[in-house]
Nanobody, 120 residues
Framework: QVQLQESGPGLVKPSQTLSLTCTVFGGSITTNYYYWTWIRQPPGKELEWMGA???????YYSPSLKSRTSISRDTSKNQFTLQLSSVTPEDTAVYYC????????????WGQGTQVTVSS
């Protein structure tokens, strides 16, 4: 059974960088063929795909967030990390990490989500 767990600060000041880590248990982030993904949901809005890092370390980002987003990984810790720079209150959301399977296609495991509030 794969489990994902987000961790990071719940409060970030405007203009700072938001940094969240997803620790994966029960499965390796280098196993073919999975995308390790960050998704967020602002209050009252739909889920928003932010980006992903693949089993081989390639990264993909949402065009609307690409200039501010970086996803990296630490294979020794089986973790992947989201960094979102220059945050504003509009970045307030519940942030989720999830595993996206190529075959069969779809998100098969999610973290519980972590609330991040951007406020001074």
């Amino acid at each position: 059974q794969v489990q994902l767990q987000e961790s990071g600060p719940g409060l970030v000041k405007p203009s700072q960088t938001l940094s969240l880590t997803c620790t994966v248990f029960g499965g390796s982030i280098t196993t073919n063929y999975y995308y390790w993904t960050w998704i967020r949901q602002p209050p009252g809005k739909e889920l928003e795909w932010m980006g992903a890092i693949t089993w081989s370390g390639s990264t993909y980002y949402s065009p609307s967030l690409k200039s501010r987003t970086s996803i990296s990984r630490d294979t020794s810790k089986n973790q992947f990390t989201l960094q979102l720079s220059s945050v504003t209150p509009e970045d307030t959301a519940v942030y989720y990490c999830a595993r996206d399977s190529v075959v069969p296609q779809g998100y098969d495991y999610w973290g519980q989500g972590t609330q991040v509030t951007v406020s001074s």
